[in-house]
């Protein structure tokens, strides 16, 4: 009994023991572990230093995406307009202005009244002459009277009749004469400037007013002979017109010239605009003729290209890093079709919306890696 006593005692002391190592062994443990914590931290931290010191070490570019769409080619020509109904109204007689019909700005219609010029002379002679001419009808008459009765002679009653047909021409003429008198719009336009007034003098080739209609307008231009085979009736043209506000009218060539200038080696252009409301004679335009267009091009910012010292043009296309703001960087040859202000048709092998360097281009090679602003 007393021996059993004894083991159990002793056990217990030995479990008590162990209980006590393991607590012991834990406590480290624990730690251990919020040490290892604490220098994963560090390690992190200090990871994370580096990889932004290699960020920021890296070039730093801007970039764009590759196009495609219809691209346009244009030349740019001074222009101007013109119209065929712009005309200085002259008097085709000479007399005394006794009566302006129209006031400036005013709207009138082909053949309308503009003034009306003294011509009392001419109706007191066409008055005279009538009188005359009733007298030599009268004389023919009776000559004639006279002939068909074989009594008359036969000159007389051709001297009579000869008398009757030069009255009915002065007659005529004079008539003729007094029309001119009345001053007539030969179109349709508006009364843009009154040069006389009433009780001044008429004379042929003196203006008295000019009509003006910009209904139907022309802008004309002259195109470079190189560029004959690219410009014919019915290519798009896009005008440009500073004075007003830089408005913009797009058309379409209406007529070519078949003639070369050899002064300054160019041919003539025409834009017809028509139901005009906006443009004056004599006034100045930039027209932008298309000499070229292709469809579904490839195209680029102009400032993505490069070229290198044997004049081969080249642009950097870029490609992501996976898991990183990162960029590789790929060199890609390209052929210039045609440049247009900020824009450039290329061919090469490039693919709508891929990324290229636009700005940063010239710090940067094929072996660095980048990263976007």
Do not use: W
Request: proline share 2%; charged share 25%; with cysteine.
């Amino acid at each position: 009994m007393k021996r059993s006593l004894i083991y159990i005692l002793t056990l217990g002391v030995i479990l008590t023991s162990c209980g006590g190592a393991e607590i012991t062994n834990l406590d480290k443990l624990k730690s251990t572990r919020d040490s290892l914590k604490a220098e994963l931290v560090t390690l992190n931290h200090k990871i994370s230093e580096l990889d932004t010191a290699e960020v920021a070490s890296l070039p730093i570019v801007t970039a764009t995406k590759v196009k495609i769409e219809d691209f346009v080619h244009k030349v740019e020509v001074p222009g101007t307009v013109e119209t065929d109904q712009n005309s200085l109204i002259t008097a085709e007689a000479s007399g005394l202005i006794t009566k302006i019909y129209v006031k400036e700005g005013a709207k009138v219609s082909k053949g309308q009244t503009l003034a009306l010029i003294d011509s009392e002379i001419l109706a007191a002679n066409i008055e005279e002459l009538q009188a005359s001419l009733e007298l030599a009808d009268y004389m023919v008459k009776k000559q004639e009277q006279l002939h068909d009765k074989g009594v008359g002679v036969e000159i007389e009653y051709e001297q009579a009749k000869n008398q009757k047909l030069s009255l009915e021409k002065r007659i005529k003429t004079l008539r003729s004469q007094q029309g001119k008198t009345t001053v007539r719009a030969p179109f349709s336009g508006i009364i843009d400037d009154i040069m006389v007034n009433e009780g001044e003098m008429a004379a042929p080739q003196v203006p008295l007013m000019r009509l003006v209609n910009n209904s139907t307008v022309t802008i004309n231009a002259s195109m470079a002979e190189n560029l004959l085979s690219k410009v014919n009736e019915g290519t798009a043209v896009e005008m440009n017109f500073p004075a007003m506000n830089d408005t913009t009218i797009v058309s379409v060539v209406t007529n070519k010239g078949n003639y070369i200038d050899p002064t300054n080696r160019t041919f003539r252009i025409q834009i017809e605009i028509k139901n005009n409301k906006l443009l004056l004679p004599n006034q100045f335009a930039k027209v932008n003729v298309t000499d070229f267009e292709r469809k579904d091009a490839i195209v680029v910012d102009a400032e993505s290209i490069l070229q290198d010292t044997e004049n081969n043009n080249y642009l950097y296309k870029l490609t992501k890093i996976k898991g990183s703001e990162t960029y590789s960087v790929e060199k890609v040859f390209v052929t210039i079709v045609k440049k247009y202000r900020d824009f450039v048709c290329v061919e090469g092998n490039l693919t709508k919306d891929e990324l290229i360097v636009m700005k940063g281009a010239k710090g940067i090679t094929e072996s660095d890696k980048v990263t976007l602003q």
